[in-house]
């Protein structure tokens, strides 16, 4: 097998056509968290129906990941992106012309199958285009543009909302994408694995049906009751179709994603850690809004505001952090990233009603160091491990956990808010005139203290990847068997 390409582009162009079209991606995740109640007002719709836009948008880019590997290799991972931006830059003008919610939910769902080629997609361009040496500085700018949309969305989301109304969310991406496609035919160099790359039909369905069935449940078992039938009935069907698709793909000789990238060590601890620094940023994510609204009765560009200190810091940071890696080395990075995240989620866990902005925005933005001193450490220790052959598949793998865990993460926060909520309710009532702002503020410190001990569970997983970890053979990753390495 070989692998075809032209000559490298300048590292800088490279980096710019993949920041524009991951920025926008990753931006359309959260921007439209803090416009909800606009939406609900326009189309006269409840909250439940609103919230399919962000769990089907979720949904589509969990469901597309694990055939993005397959897409890659066949089409080249140039035009798999190409098409992806495209694609997004389409359904988000559609989104402008929605008609109803119902319209509105089913155009996010294709913008969410876009944008979850384009985030696997850009990582995979970085590792396959980039040389070696530049590889550290290369992720750490694009870990800029994944980690800085997420938290600039709410307060750009907030902004455009209540100044340019709601379609302002949806048409800020056109020029973004139109640039982001001429950059990405300009600049990306084509790089193509030169095989008969064949689609497994059976792995690819159990996949689909699989993945489709769990992100449901996660994205609405706290709505549909986590004991009722429905959330039961695609829980067990979702795990047992998705257990056939892994024990199958470690059988066949041409797998639709090749899952023995788990036989690395190091991608493996890697992206434990990972999941566990994405629950983090999506804890707070769907927390602050919640408390600053309901609570403090802030308006949603308010809402976005506070969160910007920790955008600015994280922008710097992941510049610095990509400049000492490779003479500090992952281990310390994460570490401190680590510690610095729990101590500051700890810190939010103290909320209550008399908090003041310069708290929680503090907290926040020294939060959001920790998360960016692992961020990018903790990717490219994971991808670097893996050979350049295997690294779309790795990324897609990557894509695939983490989809799972943020819809995962955010239901189960949603539930146990909730449930606290009514435990505090019940005993504040009696005491206290205004009972359910004070329930509401107890259960978001109940929450945020849960994250802090999720972020501790990172530091074991931190140490085994400290360990020494011999190359893997790409026969290992092909046949599952290699006579000329070992773990």
Known sequence: ????????????????????????????????????????????????????????????????????????????????????????TLTSALCT????????????????????IIMPTTMT?????????????????????????????????GW?????????LFIMNLPIGIIAMLLALKFIPFHKISSAVKLDIIGFIAVIVGTSSLLLTFSQGHSWGWTSWKTITLLLAGLVIVAYFIIRTLKVSAPLLNLRVFK?????????INCIITISLYAATFLVPIYMQNIQHASTLHTGLVMLPGTLVMV????????IYDRVGPFR????????????TWELSRLSLASTTLFIALWLAIRYVGISLCNMPVTNSAMTAVPT??????????????QGTAALSVSIFSSILSARTLTHLSQNKANSANASELALSQSVQDVFMIGTVLVALAIPFLFLLRKKHYPVSEELLIHGTSKSASL
């Open 125 to 157: 361009i970085i590792y396959q285009t980039i040389q070696k040496d530049k590889q550290t500085i290369a992720i750490g700018l694009w870990s800029v543009s994944s980690m800085l949309a997420p938290a600039f969305g709410p307060t750009l989301g």
């Open 1 to 88: 097998m070989s692998i075809q390409g032209e000559r490298p582009a300048p590292f800088w162009s490279i980096i710019f056509a993949v920041f524009f079209g991951n920025f926008m991606a990753t931006l359309s995740t959260t921007s439209i968290n803090v416009a909800l109640p606009v939406f609900m007002n326009d189309f006269h719709a409840e909250l439940n129906t609103v919230q399919w836009m962000m769990s089907g948008f979720m949904l589509a880019t969990g469901v597309i990941a694990p055939i993005i590997g397959f897409m890659g290799d066949k089409l080249s991972y140039k035009r798999l992106y190409v098409f992806a931006l495209l694609g997004f």
């Open 160 to 168: 455009l909302t209540e100044y340019f109304g709601w379609k302002s």
């Open 389 to 402: 052959r295997f690294t779309g598949h790795a990324s897609a793998v990557t894509n695939w956990i983490r």
């Open 316 to 323: 710097i940071l992941s510049f610095i952090v990509g400049k």
């Open 97 to 116: 012309f929605a008609w109803s919610m119902e319209s509105l939910i089913v155009f996010r769902i294709l913008q969410g199958l876009c944008s979850g």
């Open 264 to 272: 690395i060590p190091r991608f493996t601890y890697s992206l434990i």
């Open 333 to 344: 990075l994460i570490l401190i990233g680590v510690l610095v995240m729990g101590v500051a």
